[in-house]
């Protein structure tokens, strides 16, 4: 049982970078991998999704993709890409179960709002208790900041750590 007293973060991804994950599930098999690790690579204007078995992104266990293709890329092209991971500055990670999270607090969060545009949040997924919580900020928000922004309100969603199940959906003051 998780310490109540506790709020551990878990993981966190800008929504621009949400919203390249949300295309290439059109082609990675994340129903296939409840377990690892997303890696979204950004050179210049060229995106590519990768989907690792792990938290350790090995070529070998990992399949890519551009968002807007319509198959993964070549085992030659994601070993390339995975040998140079640490060379490229614009890189972000999220755990696949944390994806979960994001979709189910989104559709929460688009109940509210349908004119929601997630690339300008920043996302976060913490650890409350026993729930899971959703953060949607502000991206150019000052760290730390919460509330109430006027154009991009904050938005929480917690849910049952055991099921997923919503407990509570709000915006933050």
């Given at each position: 049982?998780?310490?109540?007293?506790?709020?551990?973060?878990?993981?966190?991804?800008?929504?621009?970078?949400?919203?390249?994950?949300?295309?290439?599930?059109?082609?990675?098999?994340?129903?296939?991998?409840?377990?690892?690790?997303v890696?979204?690579?950004?050179?210049?204007?060229?995106?590519?999704?990768?989907?690792?078995?792990?938290d350790?992104?090995?070529?070998?266990?990992?399949?890519?993709?551009?968002?807007?293709?319509?198959?993964?890329?070549?085992?030659?092209?994601?070993?390339?890409?995975?040998?140079?991971?640490?060379?490229?500055?614009?890189?972000?990670?999220?755990?696949?179960?944390?994806?979960?999270?994001?979709?189910?607090?989104?559709?929460?969060?688009?109940?509210n709002?349908?004119?929601?545009?997630?690339?300008?949040f920043?996302?976060?997924?913490?650890?409350?208790?026993?729930?899971?919580?959703?953060?949607?900020?502000?991206?150019?928000?000052?760290?730390?900041?919460?509330?109430?922004?006027?154009?991009?309100?904050?938005?929480?969603?917690?849910?049952?750590?055991?099921?997923?199940?919503?407990?509570?959906?709000?915006?933050?003051?």
């Open positions: 049982m998780a310490d109540p007293s506790v709020i551990q973060a878990l993981d966190a991804i800008q929504g621009e970078n949400y919203l390249s994950i949300q295309t290439a599930a059109a082609v990675l098999p994340f129903d296939r991998r409840p377990a690892g690790t890696v979204v690579v950004r050179e210049g204007e060229a995106v590519t999704v990768l989907l690792a078995e792990s350790k992104v090995d070529a070998a266990k990992c399949v890519g993709v551009k968002p807007g293709q319509k198959a993964e890329l070549p085992a030659k092209d994601v070993a390339a890409l995975v040998a140079r991971l640490d060379q490229i500055p614009t890189t972000e990670r999220i755990r696949v179960g944390s994806l979960l999270a994001i979709r189910i607090g989104q559709a929460e969060y688009l109940k709002d349908p004119n929601l545009d997630l690339k300008n920043k996302i976060e997924v913490v650890r409350d208790g026993d729930a899971v919580v959703v953060i949607f900020s502000d991206k150019d928000a000052p760290p730390g900041t919460r509330g109430i922004n006027r154009q991009r309100p904050s938005f929480e969603v917690a849910l049952k750590s055991t099921d997923r199940s919503v407990i509570r959906a709000n915006y933050t003051r």
